[in-house]
């Protein structure tokens, strides 16, 4: 069955790289995804990966992903304030989506 | 904003009481997925709905139910409420064209629902 894991809080210095980790654990996934989460606001996707990539580079985000480990890591390049949210790791198998409890990160100047 | 809306934003309500939750996905998009966001259990997958046919269920309370309808919204249907039902719930689409679609969810704001 599907079950995400990540850990609930991190704190990174403004300007700092943060690095998020999730573990899933059904093989079968065929997309994992990164969530942002701002207060008071829905989920918004903020990048994917496909489940034969290891890593994929957007502008300050980085994804890895270890299929044998089943662990997919968010990286955030020089963090910035307006970055502090909930971030939801989340996995792919058939057509529905399971969600990790999500990472607050908190971003402090 | 994501394009899908849903109403109401706020609700309080009593235990025992029946609410509705509607949801208005963003044009085009076929599914609609209803989560339920609470402190103790994060973000919980309820159910889908794609084209009207309900397509996978997750853990839906026996007290819940939803549809979506011709238009393609949907509802989800709260009845004989608990205190622990409080919680934020999120609809979201999506197009789900099967292979050439990478299955992103577009959520709308959600609708807070307070049980008193």
């Known amino acids: 069955g599907e079950d995400v894991e990540q850990s609930l809080f991190l704190s990174v210095r403004e300007g700092d790289s943060s690095v998020i980790n999730c573990t899933y654990t059904?093989?079968?996934?065929?997309?994992l995804y990164w969530y942002k989460q701002e207060p008071g606001a829905g989920l918004q996707l903020l990048t994917y990966i496909f489940s034969n990539m290891d890593m994929k580079q957007d502008q300050r985000l980085t994804v890895l992903l270890n299929k044998k480990d089943k662990h997919l890591s968010l990286r955030i390049a020089d963090t910035q304030t307006g970055d502090s949210a909930i971030y939801f790791c989340a996995e792919r198998v058939d057509y529905k989506l399971s969600f990790g409890a999500g990472t607050t990160v908190t971003v402090r100047a | 904003d994501s394009g899908v809306t849903q109403t109401p934003k706020h609700l309080i309500t009593a235990t025992g009481q029946r609410v509705t939750l509607r949801c208005s996905p963003r044009?085009?998009?076929?599914?609609v997925y209803w989560y339920q966001q609470s402190l103790d259990q994060g973000l919980q997958f309820l159910i889908q709905y794609y084209n009207g046919e309900e397509r996978a269920k997750g853990n839906i309370l026996e007290r819940f139910s939803a549809q979506q309808f011709p238009d393609l919204h949907s509802e989800l249907n709260l009845s004989s409420l608990e205190l622990g039902d409080s919680a934020l719930y999120f609809c979201?689409?999506?197009?789900?064209?099967?292979?050439?679609?990478?299955?992103?969810?577009?959520f709308g704001e959600g609708s807070r629902l307070t049980v008193l």
């Open positions: 044009s085009g998009d076929l599914s």
């Open positions: 059904d093989s079968s996934s065929t997309y």
């Open positions: 979201a689409s999506s197009v789900d064209r099967g292979s050439v679609d990478t299955g992103e969810l577009f």
